[in-house]
């Protein structure tokens, strides 16, 4: 694998002020207030169409703020800006476009020339575990390759915030797994501010700086997480006690500690 320079670590920092978001007669989030610092990752945890995304949207500049207001480094945020990275759950590639040629069309945006945006995204391919596949066509990969790919154009640019809308939903658990920690990796590499919006719990513990848990609609954080900055795994039994605190606020029973229960009665 061929070494990728970084430049200098990003420090942008995300502000919500007295956010809430109206959809007419429908309200979706209300009183939102938080500061994401620069570096740390946020995951927001909560039921479907409790606004997490919406926030996420707004942070983006694809939503404006019903009131309150969003701001990226004091300056509030009015529409979209290459330092602020979207990546949905779809991974958006363009099917007529192949692997380097889409992750080279976000460079080849910002008006880098067509040459050198592709070595570059050819550089990016072999860090994301592509090489080879370069001159595939999505339909000609798997999906988690695909995702790899979308991993790969969202980190091309540097964007001093990255903003991940279920970025894995789709995928099979092991795919999931494996993405997940490639993506920790280019993280700590590149250390953007991030917003990370999952409704997988195991998701939000291995990756997060912070986690906020938030109620059905309108939408209210119901608490906040802070885990420490050790070495995480895929093995999360340090976090056990905080992962079922967070399942009990979501009205999900802990299908482990459910399981266990059940083998030790029989075996009695």
């Given amino acids: 694998m061929i070494p990728i320079s970084f430049p200098p670590a990003a420090h942008m920092n995300l502000s919500f002020q007295q956010v809430e978001k109206h959809f007419g007669d429908l309200r979706v989030v209300e009183h939102f207030e938080r500061d994401i610092a620069p570096g740390e990752l946020v995951a927001l945890v909560g039921p479907s169409g409790c606004g997490k995304s919406t926030l996420l949207h707004m942070a983006a500049g694809l939503e404006k703020p019903s009131s309150g207001q969003v701001l990226a480094d004091g300056r509030p945020v009015r529409k979209p800006d290459p330092s602020r990275m979207l990546m949905f759950q779809e991974n958006a590639l363009y099917p007529w476009l192949t692997l380097v040629q889409n992750v080279a069309m976000a460079l080849e945006l910002q008006k880098v020339g067509r040459a050198e945006a592709q070595r570059q995204a050819r550089l990016w391919l072999d860090k994301v575990r592509l090489k080879g596949f370069e001159d595939y066509f999505p339909h000609q990969v798997s999906g988690g390759m695909r995702q790899r790919c979308a991993l790969a154009r969202a980190f091309i640019t ?111």
């Fill in 158 to 268: 540097h964007p001093e915030v990255l903003l991940l809308d279920e970025p894995f939903g789709a995928l099979d658990a092991l795919t999931r797994m494996t993405l997940q920690d490639a993506l920790r990796t280019l993280i700590r590499e590149t250390r953007p501010t991030v917003l990370l919006v999952t409704h997988d719990v195991d998701e939000a513990l291995f990756l997060a700086d912070r986690i906020l848990v938030f109620s059905a609609r309108p939408s209210r954080v119901l608490k906040e997480f802070h885990l420490s900055d050790t070495d995480k795994t895929h093995d999360l039994s340090n976090f056990a006690a905080m992962r079922r605190e967070i399942l009990g606020l979501l009205g999900i029973v802990d299908d482990t500690e459910h399981a266990s229960s059940i083998s030790e009665e029989l075996a009695a």
